[in-house]
């Protein structure tokens, strides 16, 4: 399987991106994070404060107007779009997804979205017309895993997914082979390789205690920690923050993220 890399725990696949990290804020990126609902906003809240510690030059949060006056003492550079009654992101909000993205060079969707049909058919109408890169996890993804085609046909998509929920993706998408929690580590590697040479997205998974990286055909796998805890959120700020630093090279640039987190 020469599609397969194999990083080890402390020893980076890629060692000059981990050296080539920008040195000045003011080259380092712009990144829109956007989630949150009436009720929660700590998704949001995490995921800006690592993407600051990852090295982000300016970040910003966009969250419900139904947060304003909860939020707005509390969390710096946050902004806010219209919501539903119930405090979700309502259709009206779609604007200034597309505004606040068009300043950005990259979005993050964390999650904290709660459900909703409005905010289903913003994220819908966002994929569809912001053409930058966009990372998506947790309850955002779960908008798109019984209608997947939308976020895994377009370029620039990066999804950080649970094994269950790339179960659904791939059964959505009636890709011809199945995942399954027992499938053997080569045909795990081999399932992504097809998976991401049919579709133009990035996968990043972790599964029994390996993180796994699939872009363009090319997988990468790294040791780590079997424990399941809120890695996706961390994964996916990691992420944001480096695929913006390394625009050409964006498998390069997840695994060496991976590395990083694990390194921690």
């Keep these: 399987?020469?599609?397969w890399h194999k990083q080890l725990p402390d020893k980076a696949l890629y060692p000059q991106l981990l050296w080539d990290k920008p040195e000045n804020k003011?080259?380092?990126?712009?990144?829109?994070?956007?989630?949150?609902?009436?009720?929660?906003?700590?998704?949001?809240?995490?995921?800006?404060?690592?993407?600051?510690?990852?090295?982000?030059?300016?970040?910003?949060?966009?969250?419900?107007?139904a947060l304003k006056k909860a939020v707005g003492p509390v969390l710096e550079n946050g902004e806010y779009a219209p919501s539903t009654h119930s405090g979700s992101f309502s259709k009206l909000s779609l604007g200034d997804w597309l505004e606040f993205g068009s300043w950005a060079d990259g979005v993050l969707l964390p999650g904290d979205f709660g459900r909703n049909s409005e905010t289903a058919i913003t994220l819908e109408e966002f994929l569809s017309r912001y053409y930058g890169p966009v990372t998506i996890t947790q309850d955002a993804l779960d908008y798109f895993t019984s209608n997947p085609l939308k976020l895994i046909e377009r370029p620039n998509s990066y999804i950080v997914t649970s094994f269950a929920q790339l179960q659904?993706?791939?059964?959505?998408?009636k890709f011809p082979h199945v995942f399954t929690y027992d499938m053997p580590l080569n045909n795990m590697?081999?399932?992504?390789?097809?998976?991401?040479?049919?579709?133009?997205?990035?996968?990043?998974?972790?599964?029994?205690?390996?993180?796994?990286?699939?872009?363009?055909?090319?997988?990468?796998?790294?040791?780590?920690?079997?424990?399941?805890?809120?890695?996706r959120v961390a994964?996916?700020?990691?992420?944001?923050?480096?695929?913006?630093h390394n625009p050409g090279k964006i498998f390069e640039a997840i695994t060496s993220a991976i590395f990083e987190i694990n390194s921690k």
């Design 168 to 173: 659904k993706i791939g059964t959505s998408s």
């Design 1 to 3: 399987m020469s599609y």
């Design 26 to 65: 003011l080259h380092a990126g712009k990144l829109l994070i956007i989630g949150g609902n009436a009720h929660s906003f700590s998704i949001p809240a995490l995921a800006y404060t690592i993407s600051n510690n990852t090295g982000i030059g300016v970040a910003k949060v966009l969250l419900p107007d």
């Design 189 to 231: 590697i081999d399932c992504l390789h097809t998976f991401t040479t049919m579709y133009p997205c990035a996968i990043v998974l972790k599964h029994n205690g390996t993180f796994f990286v699939a872009y363009d055909g090319e997988v990468s796998t790294t040791q780590t920690d079997p424990a399941e805890n809120i890695w």
């Design 235 to 244: 994964t996916a700020a990691t992420i944001s923050v480096w695929t913006i």
